[in-house]
Nanobody, 115 residues
Framework: QVQLEESGGGLVQPGGSLRLSCAAS????????MGWYRQAPGKQRELVAV???????NYPDSVKGRFTISRDNAKNTVYLQMNSLKPEDTAVYYC?????????WGQGTQVTVSS
C-alpha cells in the first residue's frame, strides 16, 4: 500500500514562500496521480493542486499563479512551491495519491502565514 509523508510546513510572513514535500512509498510512483489539499479550522478540505503521471497540472483560482506542483519520480516525491503567501493560505496541508482507484492520505503539515 501507498504511504505518504509530508514535510516543509512552518511559519512564514505574508508575501513569503515555502516549499512542501511529500515522500511516497511504492515501486510504481511514476504512475500515481498526486495532489495537495488543505484544510483550515472550520472549513472544508479543498484541493490546492494536482499532477497526473503525465505531468498535467490543475489549480483552483485561489492559488493559480502562486502555487506550483511538481514531481521527481526518481525520488518518489511530489512538491508544492508556494509563493506570495497570504494569511488565508494558513491551513494544514495534506498530500494524497490516487492509485488503482484507491486514495491515500498523508498526516498533514501545518502552514501558518502571519506577520
Amino acid at each position: 500500500q501507498v504511504q505518504l509523508e509530508e514535510s516543509g510546513g512552518g511559519l512564514v510572513q505574508p508575501g513569503g514562500s515555502l516549499r512542501l514535500s511529500c515522500a511516497a512509498s511504492g515501486k510504481t510512483f511514476s504512475i500515481y496521480t498526486m495532489g495537495w489539499y488543505r484544510q483550515a479550522p472550520g472549513k472544508q478540505r479543498e484541493l490546492v493542486a494536482v499532477i497526473t503521471s503525465g505531468g498535467n497540472t490543475n489549480y483552483p483560482d485561489s492559488v493559480k499563479g502562486r502555487f506550483t506542483i511538481s514531481r521527481d519520480n526518481a525520488k518518489n516525491t511530489v512538491y508544492l512551491q508556494m509563493n506570495s503567501l497570504k494569511p488565508e493560505d494558513t491551513a494544514v496541508y495534506y498530500c494524497n495519491a490516487l492509485f488503482l482507484g484507491n486514495i491515500f492520505w498523508g498526516q498533514g503539515t501545518q502552514v501558518t502565514v502571519s506577520s
